[in-house]
Each structure stands twice: as C-alpha cells, then as structure tokens.
C-alpha cells in the first residue's frame, strides 16, 4: 500500500496478557518510529529506530515494552503482562528522512486492556 | 525541564476569520519545526515545516512563523472553514535531533 500500515486496528485483551502490534512504514523509509496517545492527550515518544537499530529508546515506559525492527522494514511492539494503564492508541510513523523531516503517521492500533 | 505548550482551551471561531494557534517552547533548540492536523481516530497528519533561519513559511491558506528568540510559533489558517476543524500539534526534534516531540495539540472548532 501506499501508507503506514498498522495491525490490529483495535485489540481487547485481558491484563496480565502480552500483545503485539505491527507497523508496516512506507517502503524505501528508512526512519521508524512508535508513540502512544491516550484519550486526550498528546502524542507520547517511545522509540525510534533508523534502519533496524534503535538509537534511541528513552521512551518505552517499562521492561515491559519491547520493539524490533526487522530488513529495515516492518517492526512489532510488545507489551508483555499487560496492564489496564497501558490501554491507549498505539501510533507508528515513518520517514524517508535520516534525522529530521516530517512524518507519515499509520492509523493507529487502539489497545484495551480489561 | 524541555516542554512544549500549546493552547489547553478548545479554539472556537467563526467561519471565514482566521484562526491563529500558538505553540511556545522551552530548553529546545530547534533547527525545525514542524505543525501536523489530527482528525479524531486518525494519525496525525503532516502540514508544515519551518526552518530556524526562516521566519514565515506559507501553504495555500496556511501561515507558520517561527521566533527563535521568543521561542515560539503561530500558525494561521486564513479563511477558516468547519473543514479545518481537528487537532493541530505542533512539533520540534528534541536533543541529538532523531526524536520528534509533540505538544499535547489544541482543538480548533470552526463554526458556520
């Protein structure tokens, strides 16, 4: 396709499980990022990967929450033990940019933990 | 501490005036900065980007200045219409300059 790609669009779980999330960025980007919107609120930084490295990892809130990058390509969040505070929407963008230049955002995969 | 503040309080205005939003920063940098459109359930969407050593960028009915002394940015939509309606964020690359940073957006409601 021509856009992000992000699956599941929504997923319910019940706390205590582990979730993944896809990302599929645009093709030939090289820059991969994932952030968290919770009702409201703004867009919160988890992690950035150029190529399939992460320089930059600040964000991820616990041990809980892991990411890779795999080909330079698609990349999976997982959230292991989930609990009720990681519910949220679970946004991915990509960049055709190495370091700075805007961002092509997926729609996102909203996360309900029971 | 690094924040970006943008307008908390919905912005409402009345089709046709122009809109205009602030997006104040401090302990930044910025050699950009960038404003994105959310529509609610949506990803946000890029519209401009404005370079430190440029004061005013346009885009058809979009203004963005940038103030690096002040520390700030106004983006103007001239000629609002209820389809300009959404959530307008502003952003800049934090330290090292490989995170973006968003403000928390402000509401925009244009009412015919």
Same mark, same amino acid.
């Given at each position: 396709?021509?856009?992000?790609?992000?699956?599941?669009?929504?997923?319910?779980?019940?706390?205590?499980?582990?979730?993944?999330?896809?990302?599929?960025?645009?093709?030939?980007?090289?820059?991969?990022?994932?952030?968290?919107?919770?009702?409201?609120?703004?867009?919160?930084?988890?992690?950035?990967?150029?190529?399939?490295?992460?320089?930059?990892?600040?964000?991820?809130?616990?041990?809980?929450?892991?990411?890779?990058?795999?080909?330079?390509?698609?990349?999976?969040?997982?959230?292991?033990?989930?609990?009720?505070?990681?519910?949220?929407?679970?946004?991915?963008?990509?960049?055709?940019?190495?370091?700075?230049?805007?961002?092509?955002?997926?729609?996102?995969?909203?996360?309900?933990?029971? | 501490?690094?924040?970006?503040?943008?307008?908390? =309080? /919905?912005?409402?205005?009345? $089709? @046709?005036?122009?809109?205009? +939003?602030?997006?104040? *920063?401090?302990?930044?940098? &910025? /050699? *950009?900065?960038?404003?994105?459109?959310? #529509? &609610? @359930?949506?990803? &946000?969407?890029? +519209? +401009?980007?404005?370079? =430190?050593? $440029?004061? $005013? !960028?346009? !885009?058809?009915?979009?203004?963005?200045?940038? #103030?690096?002394?002040? !520390?700030?940015?106004?983006?103007?939509?001239? /000629?609002?219409? &209820?389809? #300009?309606? /959404?959530? *307008?964020?502003?952003?800049?690359? @934090? $330290?090292?300059?490989?995170?973006?940073?968003? @403000?928390?957006?402000?509401?925009?409601?244009? !009412?015919?």
């Amino acid at each position: 396709g021509a856009g992000v790609s992000q699956s599941p669009s929504n997923k319910v779980t019940e706390k205590g499980k582990d979730v993944e999330l896809r990302c599929d960025p645009i093709s030939g980007h090289t820059a991969l990022y994932w952030y968290r919107q919770s009702l409201g609120q703004g867009l919160e930084f988890l992690i950035y990967f150029q190529g399939n490295s992460a320089p930059d990892k600040s964000g991820l809130p616990s041990d809980r929450f892991s990411a890779e990058r795999t080909g330079g390509s698609v990349s999976t969040l997982t959230i292991q033990r989930t609990q009720q505070e990681d519910s949220a929407v679970y946004l991915c963008a990509s960049s055709p940019y190495r370091v700075t230049g805007e961002l092509f955002f997926g729609e996102g995969s909203r996360l309900t933990v029971l | 501490s690094q924040k970006i503040e943008q307008n908390s =309080e /919905a912005l409402n205005i009345q $089709e @046709g005036k122009t809109a205009t +939003l602030t997006c104040n *920063y401090t302990n930044y940098s &910025p /050699a *950009y900065l960038q404003w994105y459109r959310q #529509d &609610p @359930g949506r990803g &946000p969407v890029f +519209l +401009l980007l404005i370079r =430190e050593n $440029e004061k $005013e !960028k346009r !885009k058809e009915r979009l203004k963005v200045t940038f #103030d690096t002394t002040l !520390k700030q940015s106004l983006f103007h939509i001239t /000629a609002s219409q &209820p389809a #300009d309606s /959404a959530t *307008y964020l502003c952003a800049l690359y @934090g $330290e090292y300059g490989n995170k973006l940073v968003f @403000g928390a957006g402000t509401i925009l409601r244009v !009412k015919s």
